[in-house]
């Protein structure tokens, strides 16, 4: 059934290449975004991929004026909500700009569906909700708080915040889903994670440096507990994620509440074996070297999705080859971003 839906955030990284999913999927799609953290350019080459213009409004989540207009105007059938900060880093050393932004674009965004009888929401969550000392792989039933990370902690507010009003309001269908690392690009290259200055991500930065804009990466840790001393993170194609998106509004036409689910691939890569595998990918030799951890990083995490293969009926295929490929296909096609 063809819905109508609010991207919120859809000129980033994951809400562009979901909105291009939906709209492959025979979706109607409203994209809002402020572009803090992402570029017009995106919203022109979703056109390009879509093939006809994208209905778009430049506006903060966090503006209800702006957030009514866009419910008046608009028959929306469900929301995903992307729009938040999401550096780790930068969330340790400017926690008020996360809880400011994350937070408060939620209570804003809930309480203009409330007012427009909107009752669907999709919300981009994150597995740094975990607890910091849960044993992996983790599952939805993991204590969540005690997180590492002022980024985190946003995310475990905002869960609290959105199953708290469809507690208190009955028909009101939540999926939260918990992200791993999405990387990778859409298949065409023309649409990829653009990171504003330095990437604060592992796969941005070792395209940089693949490609000659960054002189070599730094390795956050080398005497971890894991098998080549390095971290170990739950890296899933961006693709996947999109198609996790869609199958979550599958699954709220069907069922009413607060549902929470891992989108992640359930095994594990090290920094290190992502090099090797962006080596195979783009035939270059990416230069690095060890620096100390950074504060907030775990030694491993990654998830147990077996309740998303059952319930949602979805799981992740593609795997870290195609990560790489389609991360340096976008590189490639765009050395200075968009």
């Known amino acids: 059934m063809r819905m109508k839906v609010l ?26 975004d402020n572009f803090s953290n992402s570029s017009p350019e995106a919203v022109r080459r979703m056109e390009q991929i879509a093939g006809r213009p994208i209905v778009f409004y430049r506006a903060d989540v966090r503006d209800e004026a ?16 992307f729009a ?56 939805e039933g993991c204590r969540v708080g005690g997180c590492s990370n002022p980024y985190g902690y946003t995310k475990f507010i905002c869960e609290q915040i959105i199953g708290d009003v469809a ?18 690009a859409h298949e065409s290259g023309i649409i990829g994670e653009n990171p504003s200055g330095i990437p604060n991500n592992l796969m941005p930065y070792i395209s940089q440096v693949a490609v000659g ?29 999109a198609k996790g998106h869609t199958a979550a509004m599958d699954y709220l036409r069907e069922h009413a509440g607060c549902f ?36 907030g990083d775990l030694p491993k995490c990654y998830a147990d999705t077996s309740k998303s293969q059952k319930e949602l009926d979805w799981c992740a295929k593609l795997d870290l080859d195609a990560m790489c490929r389609d991360a340096w296909r976008f590189q490639k096609m765009n050395p200075n971003g968009y």
Do not use: W
């Open 7 to 32: 991207v919120t955030g859809g000129a980033g990284f994951i809400g562009s290449n979901t909105a291009v999913e939906l709209i492959a999927q025979g979706h109607e799609v409203v994209v809002v």
């Open 84 to 139: 938040g900060y999401k550096a780790v880093g930068e969330s340790v050393q400017q926690p008020l700009k996360y809880y400011d932004n994350n937070i408060n674009s939620t209570i804003s965004l809930c309480a203009a569906m409330l007012r427009h009888g909107v009752k669907k929401l999709v919300f981009s969550s994150s597995a740094t909700v975990y607890g910091a000392d849960q044993p992996v792989p983790l599952h």
């Open 213 to 241: 804009r960054r002189e070599k990466l730094s390795v956050f840790g080398n005497d971890y507990d894991t098998q080549d001393g390095t971290g170990v993170r739950d890296y899933i194609h961006i693709t996947d994620l």
């Open 260 to 295: 929470v689910f891992n989108l992640g691939t359930g095994r594990g890569y090290s920094v290190l074996e992502v090099i090797a595998a962006f080596e195979r990918a783009s035939g270059m030799k990416i230069p690095y070297e060890f620096a100390p951890r950074r504060e």
């Open 66 to 81: 702006a957030l009514g207009r866009i419910f008046c105007e608009h028959a929306i059938d469900l929301v995903i909500h």
């Open 167 to 184: 507690r208190a309001n009955p028909g009101f269908s939540v999926a939260l889903l918990r992200y791993f690392n999405p990387v990778g």
